[in-house]
């Protein structure tokens, strides 16, 4: 023990940031300078081993991270990553929920849910944390909608604007909802496509819209494109997330368009957008915090979950382009959401499953506030509340 405590403190941090929750608490225990290693925020050995507990693949904890909140060598910092992550379940019925400062629930609610959610907040961060998580938790398990009787969604129109609209949320269907849209637009002949944009932890932007090989670029949306590939961001070969260089006008697997990279103009129908600079462009989202599975967002994430790029061989590239509007909404994740189980076990759902099958039915309000934080290289000529063109 002398021989290992003589060792440099960030050595010693490294290790023990190497062990699970149960044995860390042991071993911080045992002397006191290990102690003091373990209680220096800026060593913080567990940070990874909270980390690992609560992105376990098969969703269970450990045992010891129910009461973790009663040991004082934990450093308070560690509480936003589990309140951010944890399952709301887990969070409102068994763990033992630590004092936080009021600037610390705030950085917990804004981490975990959509900025248009803090219309609920009450009296404080605190209390709008634990009540919106009730709410998303009885959501997600039930088809209650007493909550929230009225569903707002996005339209990103191929003119460059956009609406905001509602529909009842008790008989809500995204699909419904912008078959009618297409009935509309002349495209009800061609088949809807749907993809995942973004995951957070307890709700995923949806994107429904048609692809095609227009005549003229007269039908082409492009801020659905740029939605779903950001300029100059690419899947590599190397399934990395890239910038295409401005030599080569590389683009996003399956773009039609080439976007060079210094300077970076956002080529947007009746207009040209501002120059900006990649680097400054693009940062890893964390307001709010997407899920592993979407974790380098906007950039492109390796593991089989951002399917952005989804089939690009098949359907978008061969001149296919997203034309007419494209739909925008938030899904609600539920225990049935996200899979479907076959023999060999799960597998990640894609396109039209997506919004069809159990658990894949409850949505919850989206608005531009949100639409900002996922996508703020997306520049609306317009933005408008309710139906209509806002004059």
Not at 95 to 116: I, S, Y
Not at 135 to 153: G, I, L, P, Q
Not at 348 to 373: C, H
Request: aromatic share 8%.
């Amino acid at each position: 023990m002398s021989a290992f405590e003589s060792l440099p403190v960030e050595l010693i941090a490294d290790i023990l940031g190497e062990l699970d929750i149960a044995s860390l608490t042991i071993v911080s225990s045992l002397s006191r300078r290990l102690r003091a290693i373990a209680s220096d925020p800026s060593l913080n050995p567990w940070r990874r081993p909270i980390l690992r507990t609560l992105r376990n693949p098969d969703g269970e904890y450990e045992p010891a991270l129910k009461h973790l909140s009663i040991r004082q060598t934990v450093s308070r910092h560690n509480w936003i990553e589990i309140l951010s992550l944890g399952k709301a379940e887990y969070l409102l019925f068994e763990m033992t929920l630590p004092n936080l400062a009021e600037a610390e629930w705030e950085e917990c609610f804004r981490r975990r849910f959509l900025p248009g959610w803090t219309k609920w907040r009450g009296s404080s961060w605190k209390m709008a944390f634990l009540k919106v998580l009730h709410r998303v938790w009885h959501r997600s398990h039930s088809s209650c909608t007493a909550d929230e009787s009225w569903t707002k969604y996005i339209i990103l129109n191929r003119t460059g604007s956009g609406n905001l609209l509602e529909a009842s949320s008790r008989n809500y269907s995204p699909l419904t909802t912008f078959h009618e849209i297409k009935l509309q637009n002349n495209l009800a002949h061609l088949q809807t496509q749907v993809r995942l944009v973004v995951e957070f932890r307890d709700v995923r932007i949806i994107a429904l819209g048609v692809l095609s090989k227009p005549r003229s670029s007269f039908s082409v949306n492009q801020n659905a494109r740029l939605l779903l590939h950001p300029p100059g961001v690419t899947k590599g070969a190397d399934e990395g997330a890239h910038a295409a260089p401005a030599a080569a006008g590389n683009v996003s697997e399956g773009s039609e368009e080439g976007f060079p990279i210094a300077p970076l103009h956002l080529s947007v129908v009746g207009r040209t957008a501002r120059a900006i600079n990649l680097k400054d462009a693009y940062r890893p989202l964390a307001r709010p915090l997407p899920s592993p599975c979407h974790a380098n967002y906007p950039f492109y994430t390796p593991g089989g979950e951002d399917k952005r790029w989804l089939g690009n061989e098949d359907l978008e590239e061969n001149g296919r382009q997203w034309v007419g509007p494209m739909m925008i909404t938030a899904q609600l994740i539920g225990p049935q959401t996200k899979y479907f189980e076959i023999e060999e076990g799960r597998t990640f759902l894609q396109d039209i499953d997506l919004v069809v099958g159990p658990g894949r039915n409850q949505y919850a309000s989206l608005t531009w506030e949100d639409m900002k934080a996922i996508a703020p290289w997306v520049e609306l000529t317009n933005m408008v509340n309710g139906p209509g063109l806002g004059h």
